[in-house]
């Protein structure tokens, strides 16, 4: 089905005169299954752009921000997805049922060498737990990676109280 959307965007690109490579995520389409990328760059904490699929929001973590006002840890949250997702990363994601936040962003569960990245950035206190339904696959788990590091004082548990 992907290789299906995208000869289908490249076919409309051609018609269109432009090749594969000018079109931007954005008018590649909306993919809704699972897939392999790799990384673009780090937006932030929990937001990146990957390479096919465009900007993607990690479900389940709430990083500190860095844009448009600094809040306490986020430049450390970036510093550490930047150093797990270097441009070129081979990355695996998981969509849940809803696919879009209201910024246009694809929402998905990052799978970084086998390792979900939400849990991992809440594990080591660079994020916080966030549950926004109808994308609960891993909130029980993610809320438990939470509590334990919060108990441990780890990252943004320890520096922003």
Known sequence: MRARLVAS????????????????????GHVTEDGRDQVARVVDGDTVELRQLGKVRVIGADTPEVHG?????????????????????TVEYDFEREHRDRYGRNLVDLHV???????DLIANGFAKASAIAPNTRYAARLQRAETRAREARRGLWEACQ
């Not at 430049?75 to 997702?85: D, H, K, N, V």
């Open 69 to 89: 006002g600094r809040e306490c840890f986020g430049t450390e949250a970036s510093a550490y997805t930047e150093r797990r997702l270097r441009p070129g990363t």
């Open 9 to 28: 965007g490249v076919a409309i690109a051609a018609l269109a005169g432009c090749d594969a490579a000018s079109l931007r995520p954005s008018d590649r």
């Open 113 to 119: 060498d086998g390792r979900l990245l939400s849990k």
